[in-house]
C-alpha cells in the first residue's frame, strides 16, 4: 500500500532535496566535472531504459505495464530506471558540492523506493507468474550483474521512444543545475 502510494509520488519527492542542494550549493570546476559524469551515466542508463519501456516509466499506476521487459538494461538489473535516478541524484551533489546531501540522497532513495520496488515485485509476481519469478531469481534488484539475463524478451528498442519519455528528466536536469548556477551567480553578485 505505502510502495503505491510512492509511486504516484515519485516525482514530487524530490523537489525538498532539490531546494536544500541549490541553497547550500558550492560547486567547484572539479566538483562539477565528477557530477556532470554521474549525471551522464545515469541519464544514459535512463534513456536506455525508456528505449525499452518507453511512456510506462511515467505512469501513475502499476498496472499500465502489460509485458514483463527482460532485453537491455533490464537483462542485467531489474530497476534500471531506479538506478539511473540515483546515479543522476548522485551526480548532481557532487556537481552542488554538497557532501552531506549524499548520505539524505541514500536514505531517501531507500525509503522510497525499496517500498515501490517491493509493490511493483509483487504486481509483477501476481501478473506474470512464473515467467516473473524465473527473471527475479536471475537478475539483481539493484546492483547491475556482467552477465546478462539468459531469456530475454522480444522488446526492441526506440531512440524516439526513449527521448519522448525524457522530455520531462531533461527538463529538471537543466532545471536543477540551473537552480545551482543561479545560486552561484546571485551569491557572487549580490
Same mark, same amino acid.
Given at each position: 500500500?505505502?510502495?503505491?502510494?510512492?509511486?504516484?509520488?515519485?516525482?514530487?519527492?524530490?523537489?525538498?532535496?532539490?531546494?536544500?542542494?541549490?541553497?547550500?550549493?558550492?560547486?567547484?570546476?572539479?566538483?562539477?566535472?565528477?557530477?556532470?559524469?554521474?549525471?551522464?551515466?545515469?541519464?544514459?542508463?535512463?534513456?536506455?531504459?525508456?528505449?525499452?519501456?518507453?511512456?510506462?516509466?511515467?505512469?501513475?499506476?502499476?498496472?499500465?505495464?502489460?509485458?514483463?521487459?527482460?532485453?537491455?538494461?533490464?537483462?542485467?538489473?531489474?530497476?534500471?530506471?531506479?538506478?539511473?535516478?540515483?546515479?543522476?541524484?548522485?551526480?548532481?551533489?557532487? !556537481?552542488?558540492?554538497?557532501?552531506?546531501?549524499?548520505?539524505?540522497?541514500?536514505?531517501?532513495?531507500?525509503?522510497?523506493?525499496?517500498?515501490? !520496488?517491493?509493490?511493483?515485485?509483487?504486481?509483477?509476481? %501476481?501478473?506474470?507468474?512464473?515467467?516473473?519469478?524465473?527473471?527475479?531469481?536471475?537478475?539483481?534488484?539493484?546492483?547491475?550483474?556482467?552477465?546478462?539475463?539468459?531469456?530475454?524478451? %522480444?522488446?526492441?528498442?526506440?531512440?524516439?521512444?526513449?527521448? %519522448?519519455?525524457?522530455?520531462?528528466?531533461?527538463?529538471?536536469? !537543466?532545471?536543477?543545475?540551473?537552480? !545551482?548556477?543561479?545560486?552561484?551567480?546571485?551569491?557572487?553578485?549580490?
Amino acid at each position: 500500500m505505502i510502495g503505491r502510494f510512492l509511486f504516484r509520488l515519485r516525482s514530487l519527492t524530490p523537489i525538498p532535496f532539490i531546494l536544500l542542494l541549490a541553497y547550500f550549493s558550492r560547486p567547484t570546476p572539479i566538483s562539477v566535472l565528477i557530477g556532470i559524469s554521474f549525471l551522464c551515466i545515469g541519464e544514459c542508463l535512463r534513456l536506455w531504459t525508456a528505449g525499452y519501456a518507453g511512456g510506462t516509466t511515467r505512469a501513475q499506476d502499476l498496472g499500465v505495464a502489460r509485458n514483463l521487459i527482460t532485453t537491455g538494461p533490464y537483462a542485467y538489473v531489474r530497476n534500471p530506471l531506479y538506478l539511473g535516478n540515483l546515479l543522476l541524484s548522485f551526480g548532481i551533489c557532487l !556537481i552542488a558540492n554538497v557532501y552531506w546531501m549524499i548520505i539524505l540522497l541514500f536514505i531517501g532513495y531507500a525509503a522510497q523506493y525499496l517500498p515501490i !520496488i517491493a509493490s511493483e515485485e509483487a504486481y509483477l509476481r %501476481k501478473f506474470c507468474g512464473s515467467v516473473y519469478e524465473s527473471y527475479f531469481a536471475a537478475v539483481p534488484r539493484f546492483l547491475p550483474k556482467i552477465r546478462r539475463y539468459a531469456n530475454p524478451s %522480444k522488446h526492441d528498442f526506440s531512440i524516439s521512444r526513449a527521448l %519522448k519519455s525524457e522530455k520531462r528528466t531533461f527538463t529538471a536536469i !537543466i532545471a536543477v543545475v540551473g537552480l !545551482i548556477v543561479g545560486r552561484i551567480l546571485w551569491r557572487q553578485y549580490a
